[in-house]
Structures are given as structure tokens and as C-alpha cells.
């Protein structure tokens, strides 16, 4: 089946750096997604991509849609403990399958 | 935000119970999905309904049984479980079935003894 290669798996840092995650796939995809999940609830969509080149901003994130259709990355900038959780990026096509990453586990020390 | 709500949020069953998961959707979306979380382990999608009619059955074992009454309403009913069948289960929904924008809640932690 498709797969996702999302990294880094884990990321431990101070309050106050930028953080930068990506995923890629050998395959295309039409849309890319990128969720944030806390411990015990389900995924928050926090930004979706649409066509390759787009840039897009929510707030201090910032994830971009690689030119190849085959990548796409998430940057966080000056990071707060509220940022803690896992992150998890997705990959539609034409229909209603997405494929999703196994997830990069962000810790923000205070 | 209560776009999607799961209940129960927690469930633990023996491998001989029955027992049902629901999901209600308040967003006006017209698909819905029931997704498997386990530990290191991409999201794995389950069932798809569309308009209540059941499009994607991505090879589950029959001991998972959903039911779509209503565009609003789903569920996953459950017998004879087993342990590896422990995991996070999550609802989702959508627009339409072509749009991948997928809306979750919060999910039901199960744990089969």
C-alpha cells in the first residue's frame, strides 16, 4: 500500500526555536494535510494544501506543498509548551483516502 | 469544538461482550470514516459511508460491524474482539466523498481483556 515517510519521528526542544517536520512518498498526491493530535483526542486539522508550490500560514505555523506533488513540509515558529504533541501530515488524492504519516512526537521543554 | 463527538470516550470489553461505538456529527457533512489508531502504527482507515451508503470496507474482520442510520449518525459495533483489536478508534467526516478534508473526534480508547 502507499506509504508515508514522515520525519523526524521525535523531536525534544526548547521554548522559543522553530521546529521543521516533513513527509514524502514516491507516489503523487492531489492534497496534503497536516493534523496535530494531544494525548487522548483525535487529530485537529490545523492546515490543508491543495496544489503544489502552495505556501500557507495558520498563525506561527507555516507548511508548504513541494513542487514534485510528492512532499510537504510543516515549520513551527518560536515554539511554546502548548505546541506539545504529535503531529501528523496526510496525503489525499482525488477521492476520500487519505494516507497518513506515522507521526513526528514534538516535546517542548518550558 | 464538537463538530464530531465519540462516545463512549473510553470502553473496555471482555472478547465475548457486544458492545456499540457512536459517532454524531453536527457539521452538515455528507461522508463519515472510521479510522484505527494503534501505537506506532499509521492511521488505519476501516469504513467509509457516503450519503449512508457504505463505499470503502478496507478488508476488516467481520467481528466490526458499522452501521451509517443517517448522514449524522455512525456506529461500529463490536462481538467477539480480541486483544490485538485494543486500540484508539476514531470517527471522522467530510464535506462529500471526494473531498479529503477529513473533521475527527475524539475518539473511543478500547481495550480488549
Known amino acids: 500500500g502507499q506509504q508515508l515517510n514522515q520525519s523526524p519521528q521525535s523531536m525534544f526542544i526548547q521554548e522559543g526555536e522553530d521546529v521543521s517536520m516533513n513527509c514524502t512518498s514516491s507516489?503523487?498526491?492531489?492534497?496534503w494535510l497536516w493534523y496535530k493530535q494531544d494525548p487522548g483526542e483525535g487529530p485537529v486539522l490545523l492546515i490543508a494544501?491543495?496544489?503544489?508550490?502552495e505556501l500557507t500560514s495558520n498563525g506561527r505555523l507555516t507548511a508548504q506543498f513541494g513542487i514534485t506533488r510528492k512532499d510537504s513540509f510543516l515549520n513551527i515558529s518560536a515554539s511554546i509548551p502548548s505546541d506539545v504533541g504529535i503531529y501528523f501530515c496526510?496525503?489525499?488524492?482525488?477521492?476520500?483516502?487519505?494516507?497518513f504519516g506515522k507521526g513526528t512526537l514534538l516535546t517542548v521543554n518550558p | 469544538e464538537t463538530g464530531v463527538t465519540q462516545t463512549p470516550r473510553h470502553l473496555v470489553m471482555g472478547m465475548t461482550n457486544k458492545k456499540s461505538l457512536k459517532c454524531e456529527q453536527h457539521?452538515?457533512?455528507?461522508?463519515m470514516y472510521w479510522y484505527k489508531q494503534s501505537a506506532k502504527k499509521p492511521l488505519e482507515l476501516m469504513f467509509v459511508?457516503?450519503?449512508?451508503?457504505?463505499?470503502e470496507n478496507n478488508s476488516v474482520p467481520s467481528r466490526f460491524s458499522p452501521e451509517c442510520p443517517n448522514s449524522s449518525h455512525l456506529f461500529l459495533h463490536l462481538h467477539t474482539l480480541q486483544p490485538e483489536d485494543s486500540a484508539l478508534y476514531l470517527c471522522?467526516?467530510?464535506?462529500?466523498?471526494?473531498?479529503?478534508?477529513?473533521?475527527f473526534g475524539q475518539g473511543t480508547r478500547l481495550t480488549v481483556v
Open positions: 471522522a467526516s467530510s464535506q462529500d466523498r471526494g473531498n479529503t478534508e477529513a473533521f
Open positions: 494544501l491543495y496544489k503544489a508550490g
Open positions: 507516489s503523487i498526491f492531489n492534497t
Open positions: 457539521l452538515g457533512h455528507n461522508a
Open positions: 496526510a496525503g489525499g488524492r482525488s477521492n476520500y483516502k487519505l494516507t
Open positions: 459511508y457516503s450519503l449512508e451508503e457504505r463505499v
